[in-house]
């Protein structure tokens, strides 16, 4: 009967990530993953070819749970209110309130190693565009929903909006390392609700009238 490879092929992963959030993949030889994982460099090889295919199933892996993440945070705020706007409020909640109980930056494995040439390539980049493209979608669509019974108070691009709930978490994690503050991830995820929340439901300013020209 074959064994089940699975608990090895995590291990190694296991390793490889703990290594990519500490020092930097690319800074990290396959000695130190295989010391890691506990396991011998032939086993290593046998699941992966290359330290590169290794980085690539990490991003993998990563979009994969991230993936089961937003499916379960968006299907939780839908099940609280009907409302989009009051939906994307009650993500930005929730999100934050999963770093909060977190005492440790957890960071983010795309920052760690996306300009890391040798290692990010064209498949990885594809993978993490998907999965953020996903939230970004969501969160878009719930906006736009929401603009129609709750105008916002100056000009918007909805879009831009969508995609800052990305920029918020990585700039965050960034911020939250640099500082040595895993509670900045929290507050700027806050933050970001306080301002869809004012940019809805605050009370748009009147136009000024023309002065009338004298004749």
Not at 21 to 30: H, R, T, V
Not at 51 to 66: G, I, P, S, W
Not at 90 to 117: H, R, V, W
Request: glycine fraction near 6%; aromatic fraction near 8%.
């Amino acid at each position: 009967m074959p064994r089940d490879g699975t608990i090895t092929r995590n291990r190694i992963l296991d390793s490889a990530l703990e290594l990519a959030m500490s020092k930097g993949l690319a800074a990290a030889s396959l000695d130190q993953v295989i010391a890691g994982a506990g396991i011998t460099k032939g086993a290593f090889f046998y699941h992966f070819k290359s330290k590169n295919e290794l980085a690539l199933e990490l991003v993998k892996r990563f979009a994969r749970q991230d993936h089961d993440l937003f499916v379960d945070a968006t299907a939780r705020v839908e099940s609280l209110s009907r409302d989009p706007l009051q939906q994307v409020l009650l993500l930005c909640g929730l999100t934050a309130e999963m770093f909060k109980d977190s005492p440790d930056n957890p960071g983010c494995l795309i920052a760690s190693y996306c300009y890391q040439e040798d290692l990010w390539s064209e498949d990885a980049r594809r993978a993490c565009e998907t999965q953020f493209r996903e939230w970004g979608d969501w969160i878009e669509g719930k906006l736009k929903q929401a603009a129609k019974a709750h105008p916002p108070a100056v000009p918007a691009d909805l879009h831009e909006l969508a995609e800052m709930f990305q920029a918020i978490f990585e700039g965050a994690f960034v911020l939250a390392r640099t500082y040595n503050d895993p509670a900045i991830i929290a507050r700027q995820v806050h933050a970001y609700r306080d301002l869809i929340e004012a940019l809805f439901k605050g009370t748009p300013r009147p136009a000024r009238r023309k002065a009338k020209s004298r004749k």
